[in-house]
């Protein structure tokens, strides 16, 4: 009977763990698990050559623009031989944070930066898709997800 216990507090804790890690997820994350939820936030950065693209915004919180510069590979493939990059220079301590990966982009939801991603096993999936917040110290995976296919 004590173990028939335990187990039913065991269980409650775990779910209140799980439903408080859901609540305490960003609308981003919400956002991003919708076809096209972030579509609107995306931040096109100005061109500055060699497929390049610079964004100046205060990330660390200095009052001084930090430089992101988005590095899109341009390829038509699915798993593309060459990765996209973003690399972010701080101007509080002059540290460059760096995130490679297949597909990604750089989006500003709620004054706050982020990178979404976009990888895939095979040509036919799954895809998957990871959320980071461009942060004053790091950038910082807070989500990942695998999204539905079209029509499901």
Known sequence: MVSRSLSRIAAFGIACVIGTAYAASPGVCDLGRKRGGLTLYAVEG?????????????????????????LNNGSGSIIPADLD????????????????????????????????????????????TDIYRIGPKAITRICSFTPPRFGE
């Open 46 to 70: 100005t061109p500055i050559g060699g497929g390049e693209s610079q964004i100046l915004a205060d990330v660390d919180g200095d009052g001084i623009a930090d430089k992101i510069v988005v």
């Open 85 to 128: 990059v973003v690399t972010v220079t701080l101007s509080a301590t002059d540290q460059t944070l760096t995130l490679e990966e297949q597909r990604l982009h750089v989006v500003k939801y709620q004054s706050t930066y982020f990178v979404v991603t976009g990888r895939a096993e095979t040509d036919k999936g799954p895809f998957h």
